[in-house]
């Protein structure tokens, strides 16, 4: 208690420091949280409208090099925290977004039985200039809730890619085109989940799960902490 309230916690949602001692998120801004709920898409995971769909859209005409996806919230509910997390230093949100991955996912994760957790890799020059890869805390703090180990060694960005945040499907999926090189499969990995931090068109998680089929890794499936609606 004595540390709670010489360090308080930041509420993730607004930014602010916490109204309850001991809790992550404030009262008020708990209940501004959408989490991902069915409907969902079967394949990515994506909030869908009706029951009687199985797969959004855009998984309906697009391959995957993925088994399956999850996510744990509705973008647009926590766009600001996440970009706080992202671009701003809110390193400490780590914590709160692995546990509540963990408590909202762990049924998940035990059906599918991943050998390892393997974040999206940031370039090095990246990760120099925002001094740390958010995919990569997150992925840790998961680790520390459900015991499943991470693999940080398996994978690098092979080249710099633009930020895809501005770029069409297409202008994605040539960026991405040997972004991804496996550095080292010592250990003979079956099962992994990627851990990233947003899913917008899937072009990262498929670029890094090609390449982790061409190094013979037969099991492939990712978690985001956040994705869009699917149509």
Known sequence: ILLDLLFPARC??????????GENVCRKCRHK????KEPYCMKCGKQLKSDEQEYCNDCKRTHHYYIQGTALY???????????????GRVEYAKFFGEELYREKKS????????????VPAHPSRKRRRGYNQAELLARELSKC????????????????K???NLSRFERQNNLKKAFKIRRNDVKLNTIVIIDDIYTTGSTIDAM????QEAGIASIYFITLAIGRGI
């Open 146 to 161: 459900s015991g499943i180990p991470i693999n940080t060694r398996l994978i690098c960005r092979a080249g710099k890619t």
């Open 108 to 119: 998940w994760l035990t059906s599918v039985r991943p050998d390892a957790l393997v974040p």
């Open 33 to 36: 949280i959408v989490y991902i």
């Open 209 to 212: 799960a090609k390449a982790m």
């Open 163 to 165: 930020p895809l945040k």
């Open 12 to 21: 993730p949602v607004c930014d602010g420091i916490t109204d309850r001692i």
């Open 74 to 88: 509705d973008y647009g509910s926590m766009a600001d925290s996440i970009f706080r997390f992202k671009y701003a």
